[in-house]
């Protein structure tokens, strides 16, 4: 138990669903990150978020939205996506932004078809 | 682009020690290296965190040269439970004077009886 919570666990939808994932921080973290790993392949930081004001947005498609009403949540709003945006969504959180000590949920992982 | 190398792959057997080696030859001043453990579909977990010389827990060991230019992540008496992907994590200083968290490949450590 990392004290990060990720919602659902697995996720099915078509390239027309919208759906969301959720993460949940009980850390008392102010920094929190989405990101996203395909098959076999490096984490990819997508968003950053610090005191729940986004920080880092690393050139991601519009069909991805993050959303983070408090430094205790964060949303990834999921709209007309692809095939190939299927991977392992993780979140994270960290005391500050940038501190290398990352505590992850246990992902989300998303299948498009 | 991560500010880390490290070997994709490594194999090993149960009862011996395993040395994975990270270079981070633009590593600045003020920066931590962190190592993670990640198994397949699930988030990276923390290992170990150091500075300079070498510090110890009770899952690993980490040997930080003087030039820190590299670091050894030293995991002792393996087992089949220690087969997973290895991250080395050096935060990459931007502008804004805060550090950016981009992962490498990793080493995929393979345990054998």
């Known amino acids: 138990e990392t004290g990060v919570t990720q919602t659902p666990r697995h996720l099915v939808m078509g390239m027309t669903n919208k759906k969301s994932l959720k993460c949940e921080q009980h850390?008392?973290?102010?920094?929190m990150y989405w990101y996203k790993q395909s098959a076999k392949k490096p984490l990819e930081l997508m968003f950053v978020?610090?005191?729940?004001?986004?920080?880092e947005n690393n050139s991601v498609p519009s069909r991805f939205s993050p959303e983070c009403p408090n430094s205790s949540h964060l949303f990834l709003h999921l709209h007309t996506l692809q095939p190939e945006d299927s991977a392992l969504y993780l979140c994270?959180?960290?005391?500050?932004?940038?501190?290398?000590?990352?505590?992850f949920g246990s992902g989300t992982q998303l299948s498009v078809l | 682009l991560a500010k880390t190398t490290q070997p994709i792959s490594m194999d090993s057997y149960e009862g011996q020690e395993v040395n994975i080696t990270c270079s981070h030859n633009?590593?600045?001043?003020?920066?931590?290296i962190t190592w993670y453990q990640q198994f397949p579909s699930q988030g990276p977990r923390f290992i170990i965190q150091?500075?300079?010389t070498k510090v110890t827990n009770e899952v690993a060991s980490l040997f930080i040269p003087a030039d820190r230019k590299s670091s050894t992540l030293s995991l002792p008496r393996v087992s089949l439970s220690d087969t997973a992907v290895y991250y080395c994590?050096?935060?990459?200083?931007?502008?804004?004077?805060?550090?950016?968290?981009?992962f490498g490949a990793g080493t995929r450590l393979a345990v054998h009886p």
């Open positions: 633009n590593i600045a001043t003020n920066d931590y």
């Open positions: 978020y610090n005191f729940k004001e986004q920080t």
């Open positions: 994270a959180s960290s005391p500050d932004r940038g501190d290398e000590k990352l505590f």
């Open positions: 150091g500075y300079k």
């Open positions: 994590l050096v935060g990459d200083l931007v502008s804004g004077g805060y550090n950016k968290l981009i």
């Open positions: 850390l008392g973290h102010n920094a």
